[in-house]
């Protein structure tokens, strides 16, 4: 769907669940219809209409609990049916044995409550073939509501998910730039670090329900790269915060001073280059394995200086300080150079392909 389109459909109260939910209910309605006439016409539509969400991945999962609901509550309402009739009774034994079993094994309470639904809905139909019914026509609104939610999709997912993770790399190299600034921009620093660590968690689950989408077959190979992207700027997450609580363990002299300072932003500059160059289109003046030896020298050069003029005790705390801050850099390198093979490996595998991908502008379609 075109952003464009979607806004304008939005303002008129047609937003995106809105589209998949009635588009889901009306070909449940008229697949079950065509199949089987006019009996329960009203389980496949209520099934597509209560299981879609957002996601694929929620949609799913609520399908199935959904499925499994109405088939354990059909087989207690089986059982407590061929002995009792409809009654207080029966019912009490019916969700006795059905809700207790589901308990019991520890089923999603999602399922537990369908358990209940169907089991006094399975009784009181118990004449009619209600369970058969009800899971066959379940089924076809299950899987019509899963068809729709992947295929109607946001406008620019992609590019969306990867700007989060772009902002994520961003917010953490200034993160990590503002440790050292003490005071208020200090505890700004913690914040930013705090922001940064969502955004890659966000961009990462975001990731995880595009692969359910048909609409974003395309670009599987980008979603690849940007998923090893953003799982070394996780891992780089974890180092800044290491050094956060190393530093706030430093005398207030040691963590503001300017060769700190200096060496803390040489990393930190890696962290956002890395990001610009691998997250986005834009033209990076610097050369990435360049700042990362400039990072590297300024660290050993800083720590050999500091060796002879430390306390032993303030030593052996910036050393843990420069350890992650080596561990960061040798993140990014090990990134770079995967994000560089896996550019390389498929020109040299399929050049030909590519080209006309090239040619048909797919490599940039979303």
Same mark, same amino acid.
């Given at each position: 769907?075109?952003?464009?389109?979607?806004?304008?459909? +939005?303002?008129?109260?047609?937003?995106?669940?809105?589209?998949?939910?009635?588009?889901?209910?009306?070909?449940?309605?008229?697949?079950?219809?065509?199949?089987?006439?006019?009996?329960?016409?009203?389980?496949?539509?209520?099934?597509?209409?209560?299981?879609?969400?957002?996601?694929?991945?929620? #949609?799913?999962?609520?399908?199935?609990?959904?499925?499994?609901?109405?088939?354990?509550?059909?087989?207690?309402?089986?059982?407590?049916?061929?002995?009792?009739?409809?009654?207080?009774?029966?019912?009490?034994?019916?969700?006795?044995?059905?809700?207790?079993?589901?308990?019991?094994?520890?089923?999603?309470?999602?399922?537990?409550?369908?358990?209940? /639904?169907?089991? /006094?809905?399975?009784?009181?139909?118990?004449?009619?073939?209600?369970?058969?019914?009800?899971?066959? +026509?379940?089924?076809?609104?299950?899987?019509?509501?899963?068809?729709?939610?992947?295929?109607?999709?946001?406008?620019?997912?992609?590019?969306?998910?990867?700007?989060?993770?772009?902002?994520?790399?961003?917010?953490?190299?200034?993160?990590?730039?503002?440790?050292?600034?003490?005071?208020?921009?200090?505890?700004?620093?913690?914040?930013?670090?705090?922001?940064?660590?969502?955004?890659?968690?966000?961009?990462?689950?975001?990731?995880?329900?595009?692969?359910?989408?048909?609409?974003?077959?395309?670009?599987?190979?980008?979603?690849?790269?940007?998923?090893?992207?953003?799982?070394?700027?996780?891992?780089?997450?974890?180092?800044?915060?290491?050094?956060?609580?190393?530093?706030?363990?430093?005398?207030?002299?040691?963590?503001?001073?300017?060769?700190?300072? %200096?060496?803390?932003?040489?990393?930190?500059?890696?962290?956002?280059?890395?990001?610009?160059?691998?997250?986005?289109?834009? %033209?990076?003046?610097?050369?990435?394995? %360049?700042?990362?030896?400039?990072?590297?020298?300024?660290?050993?050069?800083?720590?050999? +200086?500091?060796?002879?003029?430390?306390?032993?005790?303030?030593?052996?705390?910036?050393?843990?300080?420069? #350890?992650?801050?080596?561990?960061?850099?040798?993140?990014?390198?090990?990134?770079?150079?995967?994000?560089?093979?896996?550019?390389?490996?498929?020109?040299?595998?399929?050049?030909?392909?590519?080209?006309?991908?090239?040619?048909?502008?797919?490599?940039?379609?979303?």
């Amino acid at each position: 769907m075109n952003e464009g389109l979607q806004d304008r459909l +939005e303002k008129f109260g047609l937003s995106l669940y809105m589209i998949r939910v009635t588009l889901a209910a009306s070909l449940s309605w008229l697949a079950v219809h065509s199949l089987y006439g006019d009996r329960y016409l009203y389980f496949a539509p209520l099934a597509a209409i209560l299981i879609t969400q957002s996601s694929v991945k929620a #949609s799913l999962e609520k399908g199935a609990y959904r499925l499994l609901g109405i088939v354990l509550g059909g087989i207690a309402s089986l059982v407590v049916g061929r002995f009792f009739d409809v009654g207080a009774l029966s019912i009490l034994l019916m969700l006795l044995l059905g809700i207790g079993v589901a308990t019991a094994c520890r089923i999603n309470i999602q399922a537990v409550s369908q358990v209940g /639904v169907t089991s /006094v809905l399975a009784l009181t139909f118990y004449h009619d073939g209600y369970i058969v019914w009800r899971v066959a +026509e379940t089924l076809i609104g299950v899987l019509i509501a899963l068809i729709i939610n992947m295929i109607i999709v946001p406008p620019k997912s992609f590019v969306k998910v990867k700007d989060l993770a772009l902002k994520g790399s961003l917010t953490l190299s200034d993160a990590l730039t503002g440790l050292t600034s003490g005071g208020r921009d200090a505890a700004q620093a913690l914040t930013a670090l705090k922001l940064s660590g969502e955004l890659l968690g966000k961009s990462t689950q975001l990731q995880k329900e595009l692969h359910f989408t048909l609409s974003h077959y395309q670009c599987r190979k980008e979603l690849g790269t940007l998923s090893q992207a953003t799982s070394h700027l996780s891992r780089v997450h974890s180092y800044v915060k290491g050094i956060a609580e190393e530093i706030s363990l430093l005398p207030a002299h040691y963590a503001a001073a300017d060769w700190m300072t %200096e060496v803390v932003t040489a990393t930190a500059d890696c962290i956002a280059l890395y990001g610009t160059r691998t997250l986005s289109d834009a %033209e990076c003046g610097r050369s990435l394995p %360049e700042s990362l030896r400039r990072a590297r020298d300024v660290q050993l050069a800083w720590f050999s +200086e500091l060796q002879g003029q430390c306390p032993l005790a303030a030593f052996r705390d910036l050393g843990a300080v420069f #350890s992650h801050l080596n561990r960061i850099l040798e993140e990014i390198e090990r990134a770079d150079y995967a994000a560089i093979s896996a550019a390389a490996q498929p020109a040299k595998a399929t050049p030909a392909r590519a080209i006309r991908f090239i040619q048909k502008g797919l490599s940039h379609k979303l």
